[in-house]
């Protein structure tokens, strides 16, 4: 069980895009929110639930915040995640993504050591939201949401800011498609995600 490393699952709820609460959305037997909270149970000791300020808030057994800044999107999630955990780090996911996997997840925490951020960048793609994130990062986050510039990616171009990048190489062996990156926005999502979960499921996956 992983002890200096916070799991957070960011859960705002307003899901424009979707047009419903994406949150309570099956695929499979599960719930989204309930497929990436089952997930961040079986690596972190300890697992924090971010919502947004004026979302509904979700009845579940685990600690549950709200968001310190308003409308500041999924910085403003992580933000609150960071300020809200006693961990020098957290491994941050939204809860639209169900296909996380224990062993992808390891390669992130594995490298915390010599990194303040280890992020994926897949194809030149940089996925913020499945990436590990020390309390280092905090002053710069401050700063990006005063300026408002609320794309979590630019925190990487911060010269004070360590990163590691994660990458299909690294993958290569774990999840050479890249499922655990997956995440529901609209409803032809939901049923290409509902299709591939009869595929037979990575490591790790419930």
Not at 25 to 36: I, K, P, S, Y
Not at 89 to 111: E, H, N, Y
Not at 126 to 145: F, N, S
Not at 172 to 184: K, Q
Request: glycine share 6%.
């Amino acid at each position: 069980m992983e002890t200096e490393v916070t799991g957070i699952l960011l859960a705002g709820g307003e899901s424009r895009r979707m047009g419903e609460d994406k949150r309570y959305l099956l695929v499979g037997e599960q719930t989204l929110f309930e497929r990436g909270l089952c997930i961040l149970r079986s690596i972190f000791r300890d697992v924090l639930v971010v919502v947004g300020q004026d979302s509904p808030s979700v009845n579940v057994d685990a600690k549950v915040v709200r968001d310190l800044v308003p409308h500041c999107g999924s910085l403003g999630g992580l933000y609150t995640g960071l300020m809200h955990t006693t961990t020098p780090w957290v491994f941050v996911v939204a809860c639209d993504m169900p296909f996380l996997d224990q062993v992808v997840i390891s390669q992130f925490t594995s490298r915390r050591s010599i990194a303040d951020i280890v992020m994926a960048k897949l194809a030149a793609r940089l996925h913020p939201m499945h990436a590990l994130y020390g309390k280092r990062c905090l002053p710069v986050m401050e700063q990006m949401i005063r300026l408002q510039r609320l794309k979590i990616q630019e925190i990487v171009l911060d010269p004070s800011i360590r990163v590691q990048y994660i990458t299909e190489t690294d993958l290569l062996t774990i999840d050479p498609s890249g499922r655990s990156f997956y995440n529901v926005n609209t409803p032809a999502d939901l049923e290409t995600a509902r299709s591939l979960l009869d595929r037979v499921p990575p490591s790790g996956q419930p």
